[in-house]
């Protein structure tokens, strides 16, 4: 193998290290998405749980004590809804990051395994002609001999 194709295969290996590091990424970034969204179904169905158990407790009796404590903590789990959206949306960005620069490293990986087949054959075409001129330049000797001989 010549020094060339030599250095495209470590440059190989590394850009296909780098593919794995990127993909062990994505997975790790599709996790928190997952935990962000569920997270955040668990606090919508917490809000939705916690106004329905109010609104029963509303209808028996309540006074306006009551009624703000209910109001104050409905409104801090409407900010907290909020804010999980924000981490969600942020999460599925970066995923969607992630996809891309895994996307980009396989289009390199893929474009060093090219370069080396094609380097590969132009290798084997030297090799194929250095073969054929030599034969024909055996070949050539021989029929010259023959003719010195007479």
């Not at 990986?109 to 002609?129: F, G, T, Y």
Request: contains cysteine; aromatic residues 4%.
């Amino acid at each position: 193998m010549s020094d060339n194709i030599q250095a495209l295969a470590v440059l190989l290996e590394r850009e296909t290290t780098e593919r794995d590091n990127l993909i062990s990424a994505l997975q790790q970034a599709q996790a928190r998405a997952q935990a962000a969204r569920q997270q955040a179904e668990q606090l919508h169905a917490y809000r939705d749980d916690y106004h329905r158990r109010w609104a029963s407790q509303f209808r028996t009796a309540g006074t306006m004590d009551i009624v703000r404590c209910y109001q104050d903590f409905a409104q801090r789990l409407e900010e907290a809804i909020a804010q999980q959206a924000r981490v969600a949306t942020h999460a599925e960005t970066q995923v969607q990051r992630a996809r891309e620069a895994l996307t980009a490293q396989e289009i390199r990986v893929a474009s060093v395994r090219k370069l080396i087949e094609r380097r590969q054959a132009e290798a084997l075409r030297a090799a194929e002609r250095r073969d054929q001129k030599q034969t024909d330049e055996a070949a050539a000797r021989a029929a010259w001999r023959p003719a010195e001989a007479v």
